[in-house]
């Protein structure tokens, strides 16, 4: 793998993997904050500071922010999580030293205009708007809330309408103020790029940067109870969504899950829920099962849209695919096949060296250190029918499951 690792006095990490074979290099800020850390009155403002960030520095206004790589074709972004918020760019290996001072930039010396704020107030309620025209995105974000009730992993991202509109300068200041930790925070680069090269542009500014203990600490989820809701929207087809609190980002067990849940319903055509609801019955165009992590808990769901006339049908097969995996032990081709599939996906993941990048600074993050995919394989191989079949007995076990259902009005 050949990464290599410097953490500065301050505590920000630089993590680097040098690949010859391409004419790009990928790079960007992780930091450890995200949706979960918000109050219940600042809903929406860590998904609204990724907006800001690119809307004026102290030495750039917003034309000469997006233009910066842009015009040399390359590409600057920026996402949202529950836990994490990133500013990354991929350009040309040449164009390296500029996409590094625009990150540091706008990660670090963004000075939220008001007149700014007030303008992309209004994008983000578009924003807003689009999810909620979208049901196969809505109903996501309304099993999160009905799962995680009462708590900051089940708000929307985006926030509400009431807190977004809200929002002023001394808002952003003060988020990030208080949740910004030095030593929660990577540069990670990934592209046809020495470590020494690297360092050159991005060591010195950020050693600039004063080191910053938060003393802020995430809420951790407890306390779950099943839910059953279904709600009247004017759709043509039912959507179904099933899920619960799973294991956590820390869990021995993740990797395992990570292999069962591809074989319930992952994004191989392969999948058993494919191949009932959609090969076998044709009540479903998609259906999914997905499996995703936190730092101190996690999450399993399953969606899928059908006729309302179907929905009973396709509900059952959903849970008899599950209590199949409950009952039943793979055999050893069953078994190996799965375990080749899944490391093949995960191969094949390795070469979006932007996915890569990503995957490294929030790894450092998480976990203080970058397993080797290697040893992850590793894991997945040694995983035994007997575990996967306790798995599913935990995890799937229909009691703990809360369901979500949006039928036509």
């Not at 959609?278 to 165009?285: A, F, H, N, S, T």
């Not at 793979?330 to 932007?354: C, D, P, R, W």
Request: hydrophobic share 35%; aromatic share 10%; net charge neutral.
């Amino acid at each position: 793998m050949n990464l290599n690792i410097k953490e500065l006095s301050n505590g920000i990490r630089i993590v680097h993997q040098e690949v010859t074979h391409t004419r790009l290099v990928h790079c960007g800020f992780i930091l450890n904050i995200g949706s979960r850390d918000e109050t219940k009155e600042q809903e929406g403002l860590a998904h609204f500071w990724e907006h800001m960030a690119f809307k004026g520095t102290q030495k750039r206004k917003t034309f000469h922010i997006l233009n910066r790589l842009e015009s040399l074709g390359g590409e600057l972004n920026a996402y949202t999580t529950k836990e994490k918020v990133c500013f990354y760019a991929s350009t040309l290996k040449e164009h390296y030293p500029k996409a590094a001072d625009l990150l540091f930039d706008i990660t670090f010396n963004s000075t939220f205009p008001q007149k700014q704020i007030e303008k992309e107030r209004q994008v983000i309620l578009e924003e807003m708007a689009m999810y909620r025209d979208s049901p196969e995105d809505s109903i996501q974000d309304e099993l999160d809330e009905l799962v995680f009730e009462n708590h900051s992993l089940g708000r929307n991202i985006l926030g509400t309408e009431e807190t977004v509109g809200n929002f002023s300068h001394l808002d952003f200041i003060d988020f990030i103020s208080t949740r910004l930790d030095t030593f929660q925070l990577v540069f990670s680069v990934v592209g046809n790029i020495n470590f020494k090269k690297v360092l050159k542009a991005i060591e010195g500014p950020l050693n600039s940067i004063q080191a910053k203990r938060s003393l802020y600490i995430r809420n951790g989820f407890h306390n779950y109870q099943p839910k059953i809701k279904t709600v009247e929207r004017d759709i043509t087809q039912s959507l179904c969504a099933l899920g619960r609190p799973a294991y956590s980002l820390h869990d021995p067990n993740r990797y395992k899950l990570f292999l069962l849940n591809n074989i319930l319903g992952g994004p191989s055509m392969n999948s058993r829920l494919n191949l009932s609801l959609r090969e076998k019955y044709g009540y479903v165009y998609n259906i999914e099962s997905t499996y995703s992590t936190f730092s101190d808990t996690g999450f399993f769901g399953v969606y899928f849209g059908t006729e309302e006339k179907t929905l009973k049908k396709a509900k059952n097969l959903v849970m008899k695919e599950m209590a199949k995996l409950q009952q039943k032990k793979l055999g050893t081709v069953q078994l190996h096949m799965a375990k080749e599939q899944a490391i093949g996906q995960m191969a094949m993941a390795e070469e979006n060296y932007a996915g890569l990048m990503l995957v490294y600074g929030k790894s450092l993050i998480d976990h203080g250190k970058v397993d080797p995919l290697e040893n992850i394989f590793g894991q997945i191989r040694n995983t035994s029918a007997d575990e996967l079949q306790e798995i599913a007995n935990d995890i799937f076990n229909p009691e703990y499951m809360s369901f979500l259902t949006y039928k036509p009005q």
